[in-house]
């Protein structure tokens, strides 16, 4: 009986202990993370450039961007952990939503 309730309890833990445990981090998280810091004030800098360019400019630069911002956000997701971890990826998430809203609204197929 102790040890049916001893698997049970578990069997119920393992989900938490799961999460507990510490994710293994790639070997290249520190350069990885340095390397998305320089790119995202690039980043910034192109948008920044073509805030007054055409719409054709624009939409290519926005569909830029996202695809930049997913590899990003799967760099902060690998490399980093608690607070900070969700922090950025959650405002990764919300740029990305944003971006894809703007491109569906002002881009279309373009």
């Known amino acids: 009986m102790i040890g049916r309730t001893v698997l049970a309890l578990t069997l119920a833990l393992l989900p938490m202990l799961a999460q507990a445990q510490p994710r293994p981090v790639p070997a290249t998280c520190s350069r990885d993370l340095f390397q998305n810091e320089a790119a995202m004030r690039q980043r910034q800098y192109r948008m920044q450039q073509v805030a007054n360019a055409d719409q054709a400019t624009q939409c290519q630069a926005w569909r830029d961007h996202v695809a930049f911002m ?28 944003e971006y894809r809203v703007l491109l569906a609204n002002r881009c279309g197929k373009r």
């Not at 997701?77 to 740029?95: F, H, I, K, L």
């Open 70 to 97: 997913q590899k990003a956000r799967s760099v902060f997701a690998t490399c980093q952990s608690g607070a900070q971890r969700e922090q950025n990826v959650a405002q990764m998430d919300e740029s990305l939503s």
